[in-house]
């Protein structure tokens, strides 16, 4: 077992934190206090403050995956989720992951994966972890 953090998660963290400061910044806002008079509208915006860090967080994590761009040639290729054949990857090496735009309880999340095909049912998906 590996316990070295992936050499990024520095930089994920910064991200984040930066982030949760900025919503901090804007529950705070003094030009915005006077818009908060009641619990209910305080809450509201906390609400979607929150919500906010949560959909960054999601985001940043679910990217970050090595199943997101396992390589150009990994150990299994992720199988056609008709079929269960393994799939061929579509998405060059080195080029930007297509983007994928998912709806999660929270929010709108994007992911970036790479792309297969399969090369039985002709579909191109993404690996589903």
């Keep these: 077992m590996n316990d070295t953090p ?8 910064r991200r984040f934190l930066a982030e ?9 806002e003094q ?6 008079v009641t619990f209910d509208l305080r ?15 999601l985001q940043q994590h679910a990217n970050h995956d090595p199943a997101a761009d396992p390589g150009p040639e990994p150990a299994a290729a992720p199988c056609c ?10 998405t060059p090496p080195g080029e930007a992951l297509p983007a994928r735009v998912l709806t999660t309880c929270a ?3 994007t992911l970036r994966r790479a792309r297969y095909r399969c090369t039985t049912c002709r579909v191109v998906f993404f690996p589903p972890r």
């Design 31 to 36: 030009s915005l206090t006077p818009d908060l």
């Design 43 to 57: 809450e509201q915006r906390a609400l979607e403050l929150g919500q906010q860090l949560v959909i960054a967080l």
């Design 81 to 90: 989720p008709r079929c269960r054949r393994p799939g061929r990857r579509v």
């Design 107 to 109: 929010g709108e999340v």
């Design 6 to 13: 992936p050499p990024d998660r520095a930089e994920l963290r």
């Design 20 to 28: 949760a400061a900025t919503a901090f910044d804007l529950m705070f």
